[in-house]
């Protein structure tokens, strides 16, 4: 599975932006975060199976993460950015078509990964 991220960039607290994770194939796609200096984290996660939606809890409600199926690309809506979503993000892919839920949030369940797209939240 190839996978294109897309979208990163500079915006200001309390900004929007939509990142694109482009897809060679139709898998379970979720987007994970590296902020410097910290691990990376699981973001958010849409499981092929049944299209279920997760979220880790600092997103949820700001975050929406979706898919086209006619173009084979996820986007991750993020909404009401803080400083602290300042990381580098990246898409990745599992084959399992029903990753069950504790694996979802689970870096070495997915067996491909995007390059990372910067996102920057300052004033």
């Known amino acids: 599975v190839q996978l294109q991220a897309s979208g990163g960039g500079l915006v200001q607290p309390g900004g929007s932006l939509r990142l694109s994770c482009a897809a060679s194939?139709?898998?379970?796609i979720a987007w994970f975060r590296q902020a410097p200096e910290k691990e990376r984290e699981f973001v958010a996660a849409l499981r092929r199976s049944d299209n279920n939606k997760f979220y880790t809890d600092s997103v949820k409600g700001r975050f929406t993460i979706s898919r086209d199926s006619a173009k084979n690309t996820v986007y991750l809506q993020m909404n009401s950015l803080k400083p602290e979503d300042t990381a580098i993000y990246f898409c990745a892919a599992s084959k399992v078509s029903h990753l069950i839920q504790s694996r979802i949030w689970a870096g070495d369940s997915y067996d491909h990964w995007g390059q990372g797209t910067l996102v920057t939240v300052s004033s």
């Open positions: 194939e139709r898998t379970s």
